[in-house]
């Protein structure tokens, strides 16, 4: 489950999910809600894989959305489904997605990075929250 919140000039994501690995899905899902009105119509048909290192769970976080969104401005693509593996030397994870296309995606926001201020990856009496904050 995530949700979008108004930051001053900026957007937050807050992101809860049962374990961790679903927490970065969800967290990519959410990024994308940002950018997007509706991401649940993007279709799975391009995929990429990164392979991200790093033991600090929030910077590990950072990582995942700002290559999503580098990936996404590279090869103009948007992305609506997520599979992330996270272990305590990193994440492999998955993207799948589409070219953007105006006439069928509409585009609510353009987020241009993701920040480190307000950054939190914590677990929860029934999972875990994450909290960061996107410079649109």
Do not use: C
Request: aromatic share 8%.
């Amino acid at each position: 489950m995530y949700e979008l919140f108004e930051h001053t000039a900026d957007l937050g994501l807050r992101v809860r999910a049962p374990d961790l690995n679903a927490l970065f899905r969800e967290a990519g899902v959410a990024l994308f809600a940002a950018v997007l009105d509706n991401v649940t119509d993007v279709r799975p048909e391009q995929k990429i894989e990164l392979a991200i290192a790093g033991t600090d769970r929030e910077y590990l976080l950072f990582d995942w959305l700002r290559e999503l969104l580098m990936q996404a401005d590279e090869r103009h693509l948007v992305f609506g489904q997520f599979d992330v593996t996270v272990t305590d030397s990193g994440l492999t994870g998955t993207a799948w997605g589409e070219p953007l296309d105006p006439a069928r995606h509409l585009l609510a926001r353009e987020v241009k990075a993701v920040t480190y201020h307000g950054l939190t990856v914590q677990p929860t009496a029934d999972g875990w929250l994450a909290e960061v904050i996107v410079d649109i």
